[in-house]
């Protein structure tokens, strides 16, 4: 389902040193797999999954996305089989029409379309069915502006509409780190119930621990733009988040990052 080939990418701005993001990657990812990111900042968790959406083209080595060579297929064209949901519930829907219309245009998305042709009773009809499936009340308030909706309900709608065409793939790029514990919690509940039921092929980016090692099937670990661990299986069920924080702790105490480690921990990533 997807297939990153040694792909490299390297940012360059003026007066500082070049940053080598992704360095020689290679990572085959199967149909239906679900498998989390971990890593500190910079460790290219971000950028690979920008690299599988067509945010940029790679400097060398190919992206196989469901079996075709997407290697320099734009953004755009992409999105036609995967659906993304960022850190910002702000980010991903139009906070100036309704949650109707939202739902609409994520339905329509790369087809032609007229809107207000679109919005049809019918619509509504099935847009209430699969909002009451998200347990917040979003059903009843389809004309509502979804400006005026909470991050919570906003980062669900944005999940619903990355799903609602049931993509090939699905990006989560750490889009619980911005929610308050208990709104998180609803958000993974309600992202493994739609992982689950549509059978998505699934890349998450976390900073928590905890998460990489309880959510999905597979746990990748990267560290200044390369993988340096690929857990599944038996070996994940046996991994601790204990044994995770002491391997990123070896990697970084020449680097002086012990102060982002300790941070972790205090946030609960432990």
Same mark, same amino acid.
């Given at each position: ?26 990572? +085959? ?35 196989? %996305? ?67 499936? %998200? ?54 509940? %309600? ?45 994940? +069920? ?26 972790? %921990? ?5």
């Amino acid at each position: 389902m997807i297939n990153l080939d040694r792909i490299t990418k390297v940012f360059e701005h003026s007066g500082v040193d070049k940053v080598i993001a992704l360095n020689s990657v290679s990572i +085959e990812i199967k149909e239906s797999e679900f498998v989390t990111i971990i890593g500190t900042n910079g460790s290219g968790k971000s950028t690979l999954l920008n690299a599988i959406a067509g945010k940029f083209i790679c400097d060398s080595g190919n992206v196989i %996305l469901n079996s075709k060579n997407v290697t320099i297929d734009p953004e755009y064209k992409r999105a036609n089989f995967i659906g993304r949901v960022f850190q910002n519930p702000f980010t991903g829907t139009s906070p100036n029409l309704s949650i109707f219309e939202n739902l609409r245009i994520a339905e329509l998305r790369g087809k032609p379309r007229g809107l207000k042709q679109g919005l049809t009773s019918s619509n509504r009809k099935h847009y209430k069915k699969i909002l009451k499936k %998200l347990e917040i009340g979003l059903e009843d308030r389809l004309d509502a502006t979804v400006g005026l909706l909470s991050g919570g309900q906003r980062q669900a709608l944005t999940l619903l509409m990355a799903t609602i065409r049931e993509p090939k793939i699905l990006l989560l790029d750490e889009h619980t780190a911005a929610l308050d514990p208990k709104t998180a919690e609803q958000i993974i509940k %309600l992202t493994k119930k739609i992982v689950e039921e549509s059978h998505l092929t699934t890349v998450m980016v976390t900073h928590s621990m905890s998460q990489a090692l309880n959510l999905g099937n597979r746990t990748i670990m990267m560290h200044k733009g390369e993988i340096i661990g690929d857990l599944s299986g038996e070996k994940r +069920e046996r991994t601790k988040v204990k044994d995770l924080f002491n391997k990123f702790s070896e990697l970084r105490k020449e680097e002086l990052l012990d102060d982002e480690l300790i941070s972790m %921990l205090q946030e609960g990533y432990y």
